[in-house]
């Protein structure tokens, strides 16, 4: 099975999949369609949102900035409005797989998927993003910090869709995402999401947990003292000891634990510098 | 498995419909029902990109696409490009380089390099090499599809 059903708007998609539970929604395929290759996942229907209006692109209004959904990775690794200390989410982007699939994958497939180590989890949450959700019930929006709960599972219930990414407009700032994987492409083995602002350093760590690892705490503790060595190094260890990862085919866990502090130091030290 | 769907498809400037399992990617259609052979089946997970095709003038993989979700949408295989002048080149260039040599990933290699050069025929080695990272060769370790690839745009700025 898997008939492929392709709705006109979001009303129809999501009726759709309440009426019929074993479907599943189809953004770009680049994950999904690779499981069903695979075996890994039955579906009687895909529900294409391809012709869904309003869910791709990147808008601007006075609230912020809104991805939709079904915007690829190519576009948002080459998107204008992603500026400032919403760099770091172009940046993640463009490193996603490679050139063809990130014609075809999208932002809202990708955080739906949200596998622990994909690029955008650590950025969105760096940016303090929101989840755009479309259920039976209507639009609600969560912050990604609530929407990621534990290894690939997110607040979505079944049947909802991620509409699109919530944004505050960039403020002028540096940011920078640095990716440590096996070969370029692959999944991340570490990855750190960085931005600052005046004296606050906010600092998002990937891939080695079931969600990124960010502390409040830390970063206030951190905050006017990024000028100070050992003041970084408290920063940097006291994420690793947030961290829970699991050993698997890109490193161990305890490869890892090593990898947080350095790639945490070096990531604040690039933007310190670059000021 | 047996459930079966129509689908209409555009497939080198050529529309029409065909009648193939409702789960079928649009590799399976393209080599199963209307054997069209130049995309090929390496891993079905987007990863070494030998089925790379043009869809809407964009290079995609065919093994991630449902067929399904191909209506409206204009594919152009490697056999759409027979009279291309560049791809003809670039077909002509791997072949004087040494390019090719078991073939299996070559098709996939000349749709995403063809893209890369009408893109950008400036690229540097380094990019063609960025490129083609989605593009898996495990005969020729890349260096004579690089150099294919620098001669065929260097006769495109020409």
């Known amino acids: 099975m898997s008939f492929v059903v392709v709705p006109t708007n979001i009303e129809d998609a999501v009726r759709f999949l309440a009426d019929n539970p074993e479907a599943r929604p189809l953004s770009g395929g680049a994950s999904l369609v690779a ?49 400032g200390d919403l760099a770091m989410i172009a940046q993640a982007a463009g490193q996603i797989a490679n050139r063809v699939v990130r014609n075809m994958g999208t932002i809202g497939g990708a955080v739906g998927n949200a596998d622990p180590a994909a690029d ?53 700032a540096r940011s920078n995402y640095h990716k440590l994987a096996r070969t370029p492409g692959d999944y991340a083995t570490a990855s750190v999401a960085c931005a600052m602002d005046g004296k606050r350093v906010r600092v998002a760590v990937g891939a080695c947990g079931p969600k990124p690892i960010r502390s409040a705490e830390a970063e206030a503790a951190l905050e006017g003292q990024i000028a100070d060595p050992a ?31 350095r790639m945490v130091t070096a990531a604040i030290n690039e933007i310190r510098g670059a000021h | 498995m047996s459930d079966k769907q129509v689908i209409s498809l555009s497939i080198n400037g050529v529309t029409g419909e065909v009648f193939a399992p409702s789960d079928s990617t649009l590799l399976d259609v393209l080599r199963d029902d209307l054997g069209l052979h130049a995309a090929k089946r390496g891993c079905n997970q987007g990863v070494c990109g030998a089925c790379t095709v043009m869809i809407d003038g964009v290079p995609m993989r065919s093994c991630l696409t449902m067929a399904g979700a191909c209506e409206d949408h204009e594919v152009k295989t490697l056999e759409g490009y027979i009279q291309d ?30 893209n890369l050069i009408e893109e950008k025929p400036d690229a540097a080695a380094e990019e063609m090499r960025t490129a083609l990272s989605g593009n898996l060769c495990r005969c020729t370790g890349y260096v004579r599809i690089v150099e294919a690839i620098a001669k065929a745009a260097k006769e495109v700025v020409v």
């Open chain 1, 35 to 83: 499981m069903k290759n695979a075996g890994l996942i039955e579906a009687s229907h895909f529900v294409s949102l391809a012709r869904i209006e309003g869910l791709n692109g990147i808008s601007v209004d006075e609230g912020g900035l809104r991805i939709g959904g079904m915007t690829r990775h190519r576009d948002i690794a080459a998107s204008a409005h992603l500026t």
């Open chain 1, 120 to 172: 955008y989890l650590p950025v969105l949450t760096c940016a303090d993003a929101d989840v755009e959700i479309y259920g039976a019930d209507g639009p609600r929006r969560i912050s990604i910090e609530h929407y990621l709960i534990d290894w690939y599972e997110t607040a979505l219930e079944p049947g909802e869709i991620v509409t699109a990414i919530h944004l505050p407009h960039p403020k002028e």
């Open chain 1, 231 to 261: 003041a970084i190094r408290i920063f940097a260890d006291s994420l690793a000891a947030l961290a829970d990862p699991m050993d698997d085919v890109r490193g161990s866990s305890d490869y890892r634990l090593r990898l947080i502090p």
């Open chain 2, 85 to 114: 002048p560049l791809m003809n080149s670039l077909q002509e260039a791997m072949i004087a380089s040494g390019g090719v040599q078991c073939g299996f990933c070559t098709s996939g290699v000349l749709i995403t390099a063809r």
